[in-house]
């Protein structure tokens, strides 16, 4: 490692705006008597979901805001959880609306998504705040998209005219993230399974959004001298003495010798996806009250 390189500590990072989002969730109940609430449903029993929820559930409790769980067996049908995402669309009490993915093959997730009050959609994932990403519009931004942006501003502040590669396409973290990018003025490009020469494309870029889920498949001397790397993937892969342990798409100890910064895994991006969630929680409350922008 260079002395110069920058280890990113989203730690740290989420810690902070955590604690500024429960001085803002006490300002708001004790300013306007609202206390923002988000309710979690989770169908079925995938240990990594119910992991996932119940950190959701604790963080969301800590910050000072109102936690409802619903927990549903695999088996429910999609006609119930439509009713369910129904009645919290009209609960006063419910700011902010997730349903933990991935659901039962039975259930249709897009229609889930479409389902929910897009005002209350803190994922994001609703074709209306998609929609408004796109045209610049106000809208409730995906959390591991908008968690990455915040290190990254942190770490470069501003990112205009920067050359930003997003590898990966997905909806929850590739698209997104690419837009939020063009919106700070970077020139973005997308590469995915089938963009030709990866290296060459990744050497040319400032600014390295790796969100792939391949263990280490993002080589040190893909890298150009000095640029910023944000590791998204958490892959779990399985040491020779058989021991198992957390890796991102980044080979961490060939880019920490050429990078600028990088977020390490476990430790960057990952702990920032629940404070965003929080964080859009409490900017779906104001807006659903018509309050001041909470500024966060
Ligand atoms: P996904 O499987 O939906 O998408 C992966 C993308 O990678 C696809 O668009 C595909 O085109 C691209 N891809 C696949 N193979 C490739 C290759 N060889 N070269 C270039 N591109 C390739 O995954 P996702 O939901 O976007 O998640 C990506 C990673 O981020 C996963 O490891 C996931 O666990 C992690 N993740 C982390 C958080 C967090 O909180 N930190 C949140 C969401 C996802």
Redesign the pocket.
């Known amino acids: 490692m260079t002395t110069k390189t920058k280890i990113i500590d989203g730690n740290a990072f989420s810690a902070r705006l955590r604690d500024t989002l429960t001085q803002k969730v006490h300002e708001m109940r004790d300013s306007h008597h609202v206390t923002p609430g988000l309710a979690v449903v989770l169908v079925g029993e995938d240990p990594a979901s119910q992991v996932y929820v119940r950190t959701k559930h604790k963080r969301t409790i800590e910050v000072g805001m109102k936690s409802f769980m619903h927990t549903l067996p695999a088996d429910t049908p999609e006609h119930e959880l439509l009713t369910l995402i129904a009645g919290l669309n009209k609960d006063p009490e419910v700011h902010g609306i997730l349903v933990q993915l991935p659901v039962p093959k039975h259930i249709d997730s897009q229609k889930i998504i479409e389902a929910i009050d897009p005002a209350k959609d803190v994922d994001g994932f609703h074709p209306i705040n998609v929609g408004r990403l796109a045209s610049g519009g106000e809208g409730m931004v995906p959390c591991?998209p908008l968690g990455s942006m915040m290190l990254l501003k942190d770490c470069l502040g501003k990112l205009g005219g920067l050359d930003a590669v997003v590898?990966?396409?997905?909806n929850?973290?590739?698209k997104p993230m690419a837009h939020l990018l063009l919106k700070e003025s970077c020139t973005v490009t997308i590469?995915?399974?089938q963009?030709r020469d990866?290296p060459e494309v990744v050497r040319r870029a400032d600014i390295v959004v790796a969100?792939?889920?391949?263990a280490e498949?993002v080589r040190g001397d893909w890298l150009k001298p000095g640029c910023t790397v944000i590791d998204?993937?958490?892959?779990r892969i399985e040491l020779p003495d058989g021991t198992k342990k957390l890796v991102g798409?980044v080979a961490f100890d060939e880019a920490v010798k050429v990078a600028g910064a990088i977020t390490p895994v476990p430790g960057g991006?990952?702990p920032m996806?629940i404070a965003v969630l929080l964080r859009n929680t409490l900017v779906a409350a104001a807006r659903l009250h018509n309050l001041p922008d909470p500024g966060v």
């Open positions: 591991t590898i990966g396409r997905s929850i973290v590739g590469a995915h399974s963009t990866l969100a792939v889920g391949k498949m998204v993937g958490i892959n798409d991006v990952g996806t």
